[in-house]
Structures are given as C-alpha cells and as structure tokens.
C-alpha cells in the first residue's frame, strides 16, 4: 500500500479535522504514513506559517503537539479559539513571527515534523528558511515543505490572455513577475529540492498539489468532488503532470 493509498483509513482512524480536498488529500496522504510510520509516538510538530491552524488541529487531535509560528496576530487568535474548540488547546501554541526569523524562534533539534506550506514564495530569502528548518529538526525528523510551482503560473497567465506576464514569468530566474506580482519566486521541482538538500535534508517524494483543480469549471470541480480528490491523487507522483501542478509539494528527512 503507497502512502496515496493509505490516506482514507488513517483519515478514518487519526484524523478529526476538515474533508479532504484537492488542495489537502495529497499532502494528508504524505503526513498519514509519516504518522503510521511513528505510530504510537507523541511527536513534537513545528509548522511555520500555520495560520489559522488546518494542519495544526487535526494533528494535535491525532495526539501530537504542534507550535504554530505565523506573523499574521489575527491568524494566530483564529487558531487559539479553532484549537480550544476542537478541545486542544493545550497541544497548539501560537508564535507570532515570520518565516525570516525562524532561526531565533525555534531551538535546534526540537522538532520531529515540521510544516513549511506556501512560504517560500515570499519570504526576502528561502535559503536560511529553509537551514533553520532543516535545524529545527531533531536527527531522522521529517518535513513537509509545500511551494508554488512556475509551469503552473506561466499556463494561467497565458490561457488568460496575459502573453507578457507569461513570458516574464517564464524568463525570470526566480520565477516572478516583477514588483506587482504577490510571490517573490516560483520553484521547479528540481530547484526546490535543491535548496532543501543544500540544507542538508533527503528528499524523499515530490508530488504535485492542484495538478487539475484549478484549470477546471467550477461546475465540473464542485460537481463532482470525490472524482476530483482521486484524480488529483492519482497524477499527483507522475509526469509530466506532478510539473505542471499549481504546488510542488515535497517530503525531506534530516538523516538520522
């Protein structure tokens, strides 16, 4: 059984939290085998730029403690009050700071899973981002590193009538479209794995995150969920679909 395949039995068993959707169901699948793989241990989770908590709540409710950090003070307060409600507020605690001063936010060798889900993109470097995430880890910790993919943006824009954006997106090194775009970069597949072995992780799996969702109508999307979800799954690993997916989302362990 593949950790895709895993993800509705240990959603069953562990999990409390939101349904699966195309924009979770790979990456719950990911997380699922983690959990399986340390089943019966309490692991301690960092998730940096958590939010409002939809990865943080269901993995406390699976008896793990998770440290939220996020710079947005309104996120962090949705997230006390989504854990107090889901009653577990003493497994989330809430760190108000950015991705940039992760390092002097988290000790070394503290945590056994990190989370790191669209931040990347915009923080002013991904390179210490991702050294403190990697430091963060305790030795055989995993992380699940989530990021926006460029074919994807390059595809939108293009079918949307906007050649030049495209072809901007398409040219730049780090996959942005100048100053108005809201990302700082993209990433490839291989430039994303890249950066997370310089930091000295081993990556594991990279899958593809909204391979379809976003490219259909709302009608066929909304219509017919549970096909989607499976679809989704289902190209997630392979090519040349993973590539062209809105999110790369990739699975690294710091060696024991």
């Given at each position: 059984?593949?950790?895709?395949?895993?993800?509705?039995?240990?959603?069953?068993?562990?999990?409390?939290?939101?349904?699966?959707?195309?924009?979770?169901?790979?990456?719950?699948?990911?997380?699922?085998?983690e959990?399986?793989?340390?089943?019966?241990?309490?692991?301690?989770?960092?998730?940096?730029?958590?939010?409002?908590?939809?990865?943080?709540?269901?993995?406390a409710?699976?008896?793990?403690?998770v440290?939220?950090?996020?710079?947005?003070?309104?996120?962090?307060?949705?997230?006390?009050?989504?854990?107090?409600?889901?009653?577990?507020?003493?497994?989330?605690?809430?760190?108000?700071?950015?991705?940039d001063?992760?390092?002097?936010?988290?000790?070394?060798?503290?945590?056994?899973?990190?989370?790191?889900?669209?931040?990347?993109?915009?923080?002013?470097?991904?390179?210490?981002?991702?050294?403190?995430?990697?430091?963060?880890?305790?030795?055989?910790?995993?992380?699940?590193?989530?990021?926006?993919?460029?074919?994807?943006?390059?595809?939108?824009?293009?079918?949307?009538?906007?050649?030049?954006?495209?072809?901007?997106?398409?040219?730049?090194?780090?996959?942005?479209?100048?100053?108005?775009?809201t990302?700082?970069?993209?990433?490839?597949?291989?430039?994303?794995?890249?950066?997370?072995?310089?930091?000295?992780?081993?990556?594991?799996?990279?899958?593809?995150?909204?391979?379809?969702?976003?490219?259909?109508?709302?009608?066929?999307?909304?219509?017919?969920?549970?096909?989607?979800?499976?679809?989704?799954?289902?190209?997630?690993?392979?090519?040349?679909?993973?590539?062209?997916?809105?999110?790369?989302?990739?699975?690294?362990?710091?060696?024991?």
């Amino acid at each position: 059984m593949t950790r895709l395949d895993r993800v509705e039995q240990t959603t069953r068993g562990r999990f409390t939290g939101p349904p699966l959707t195309p924009r979770t169901a790979v990456i719950w699948s990911v997380l699922a085998a983690e959990l399986d793989r340390r089943a019966g241990d309490e692991l301690t989770v960092l998730d940096v730029g958590g939010g409002t908590g939809g990865f943080a709540v269901p993995l406390a409710q699976a008896g793990h403690r998770v440290t939220v950090v996020d710079a947005s003070p309104d996120a962090l307060a949705a997230l006390t009050r989504r854990a107090a409600e889901a009653g577990v507020a003493g497994r989330v605690r809430a760190v108000q700071g950015d991705g940039d001063a992760l390092a002097g936010l988290v000790a070394p060798a503290s945590a056994d899973l990190v989370l790191c889900h669209s931040v990347l993109e915009v923080v002013d470097d991904p390179t210490p981002v991702v050294t403190a995430l990697a430091a963060a880890l305790r030795p055989g910790g995993a992380a699940s590193v989530l990021v926006a993919g460029r074919a994807a943006a390059v595809l939108a824009r293009a079918m949307n009538g906007h050649l030049d954006v495209a072809a901007a997106l398409a040219a730049a090194p780090d996959g942005s479209a100048g100053p108005r775009d809201t990302l700082r970069r993209r990433f490839d597949a291989d430039g994303a794995a890249a950066l997370l072995r310089a930091a000295g992780l081993t990556v594991e799996e990279i899958h593809g995150v909204r391979v379809l969702a976003d490219l259909l109508p709302a009608a066929v999307a909304d219509g017919q969920p549970g096909a989607l979800v499976e679809l989704e799954r289902a190209l997630a690993a392979r090519l040349p679909y993973r590539d062209l997916a809105a999110q790369l989302h990739l699975f690294a362990r710091r060696p024991a």
